[in-house]
């Protein structure tokens, strides 16, 4: 069943997992090579690296947006790559939250459509997982804006909020249908000093109180230092330690 998981089984896998893409002159680049990763329930992972260097590709993976040209992504137990689009996607929505470095927030939307967009999308009326065991998610969302601190502007539109604002809409969105796993892609990289840190005390605080698997693409050395795994992307290969 989507979202059940073993609990010795690790929450994602990957298992020498080689990405390329085709291109325009008929060859084909390779982003990945023999990447491998395991992380289990409230592990957190932070794949520093280069612009350019993979990460974004290697989430992608992870979230089964991409599949691997080699290798396999299991994804609670499950191999992503003999899975059915369709059978990903939902799997992903119920698994999976992710935050990107642009937000893509809807900006005529409000602040609380935004948080509900992955129950509409999916069709979920009752959100599992939620401290307090199961609720719905108009609750879950008001929660969630509540602990990340725009409860009083859950009904003005996305495009009226601070950089800082949009990115915790971001991840009350993403943590909204209590995934075990969230994946950041560079959070902080379109933020001011001041708001990256807000902004990065509150996601560790969250993933770390529901005990939620966090795997973190940065560039940003302090921001790779917050997590217990360190990995870095070097030519494609996933290596032990901080970036360069």
Known sequence: MDGIQDGDAPLLELDRVTKRFPQADGSRLTVLREASLTLRSGATCAVAGRSGSGKSTLLHLAAGI???????VRLAGRDLGALSDRARSRLRGRMVGLVFQSFHLLPYLTVRENVLL???IH???????????????????????????????SGEPARTLSGGEMQRT??????????????????TGSLDAASAHAVTDLLFRLVGERRIGLILATHAPELAARCAIRLRLLAGRLLPGPAD
Do not use: F, K, N, Y
């Not at 991409?66 to 396999?72: D, F, L, N, Q, R």
């Not at 997982?129 to 990340?148: I, S």
């Open 66 to 72: 991409e599949t691997p040209s080699e290798g396999a």
């Open 123 to 153: 069709g979920v009326r009752e959100v599992v997982g939620a401290p307090e065991g199961r609720a719905d998610p108009g609750a879950a969302a008001d929660r969630l804006l509540q602990e990340v601190g725009l409860r009083d502007r």
């Open 170 to 187: 971001a991840i009350a969105r993403a943590l909204l249908l209590g995934p075990p796993l969230v994946l950041a892609d560079e959070p």
């Open 118 to 120: 992955p129950a509409r």
